[in-house]
């Protein structure tokens, strides 16, 4: 017969204060690492939170040695595709080597996962249902780190154009980071090898910043975050690369919807808020125009941790829990796809794409729950990059649609139709 255990274990799913049953995730049986939660459905909600702590553990080599996504230049064979026989779902590959771990002076505070990718402060509230409340004095941090993060991704924005590598982006976001006495947030979280996520075409999000040029008709996802006076500031948006790329109406039509989506949602921020209603605002906008809405990621609170309790799922009918309460800073930050919302992630267990190669879009502020409403800390200012465009005119899409396909490094870029046709 089956013994009783008589040991009580606290739930590990997030925002979960029930006593955990005897359900374990195989994936950290697996690795010899215990992982109990109450429910099959709190298993299943905690899942996009809980999975990445498998990245850090499912190869033991990588507490001593980063991943194999940081790799040295090979002079005999120079740029290459480093998983040449992984199925891609749409036009997009990545081009290496990577380049060399840009550093961080010590005189720069940093975050504890710095040195070895384990965010441990993280990790100390799985599983917690409290949501902190920031004070006075911690609001006024978070205003402060936002601000700079606003003022950092304004100058990659500035940066992207036609025939610059998404790591010179990098470069231009470490060096921003740094001359605000900051620390980039990505930076060796989970081992991550750099400054910022930028993300092209049909990469949904967490995309790797490596030698690839971007073309006339890309749409860029650049995310920033900044850690700043004990604080992190987190906030992207999608811009459009060239002429091609406005003049292309489903390129517009995910971008320009994944902005709606996000302003939409932001209207209903106030104390009392259901962190599961942004959900449902976002997925029938989404819908009304034609596109769908990733369900693997979500917004998260953001504080003095980088990812932490609320998370803000972007689909409707949610069983996210919690009540916005003032003082409480949180991230929304829906990713909008023309065609469906699954998504697979390459071979660097990082770049996240959608599965039929389609192209795909998103959009995030930091917000600070105030008495009566929202602020948003990461807002654009009057002569931030970017902005809404309208949609194209067949005559718009005629003009842009004269030449042939650009060889980038020797790939091929289809710049006159959008990614996965």
């Known amino acids: 017969m089956a013994a009783h255990d008589p040991v009580k274990r606290a739930c590990v799913g997030v925002d979960c204060a029930n006593d955990a049953g005897s359900l374990q995730c195989p994936n950290c049986l697996k690795m010899g690492k215990e992982s109990y939660f109450c429910s099959q459905d709190c298993f299943k909600r905690s899942w996009s939170v809980h999975k990445a702590l498998h990245k850090t553990q499912s190869n033991p080599l990588r507490r001593y040695f980063a991943p194999r996504v940081v790799s040295e230049a090979d002079a005999a064979t120079g740029q290459y595709n480093p998983f040449p026989t992984f ?77 610059v590598s998404t790591d010179y982006i990098d470069e231009v976001v470490h060096k921003a980071c740094l001359a605000r006495k900051s620390y980039p947030s990505p930076l060796n979280y989970y081992h991550f090898p750099k400054s910022v996520c930028t993300s092209v075409n049909e990469v949904i999000c967490h995309g790797i910043p490596d030698q690839r040029l971007l073309v006339d008709g890309d749409i860029l996802n650049i995310d920033v975050t900044l850690y700043h006076g004990g604080f992190h500031g987190d906030l992207n948006e999608t811009y459009y690369i060239g002429d091609r790329a406005k003049a292309d109406p489903d390129s517009v039509r995910v971008t320009e919807t994944a902005r709606e989506c996000l302003d939409e949602s932001i209207k209903l921020v106030k104390p009392g808020m259901l962190f599961r209603d942004p959900g449902n605002v976002i997925e029938k906008h989404a819908k009304a125009k034609g596109c769908s809405v990733v369900r693997t990621y979500c917004g998260h609170g953001v504080n003095q941790l980088f990812h932490t309790a609320p998370n803000v799922p972007h689909y409707a009918k949610s069983k996210a829990v919690g009540t916005a309460r003032p003082g409480m800073c949180f991230t929304i930050e829906p990713m909008i796809c023309v065609g469906t919302h699954k998504d697979k992630t390459w071979p660097d267990d990082w770049t996240s794409v959608t599965t039929d190669g389609k192209r795909t879009a998103q959009f995030e502020h930091t917000l600070l729950v105030t008495e009566d409403g929202v602020e948003v800390l990461t807002a654009r200012m009057a002569d931030s990059p970017g902005g809404p465009v309208p949609m194209p005119t067949p005559a718009d899409a005629t003009s842009n649609d004269s030449s042939a396909d650009v060889v980038v490094n020797g790939h091929t870029s289809a710049t006159a139709q959008p990614a996965g046709t």
């Open 87 to 163: 199925p891609y779902t749409g036009p997009l590959r990545p081009i290496y080597p990577l380049s060399a771990r840009r550093e961080v002076p010590a005189s720069i505070a940093h975050p504890d996962y710095a040195k070895d990718g384990d965010p441990r402060s993280e990790r100390v509230f799985v599983g917690r249902n409290k949501i902190s409340v920031l004070d006075k004095a911690q609001q006024e941090g978070m205003r402060r780190v936002c601000r700079l993060a606003r003022e950092v991704l304004d100058l990659a924005a500035q940066a992207a154009k036609p025939g």
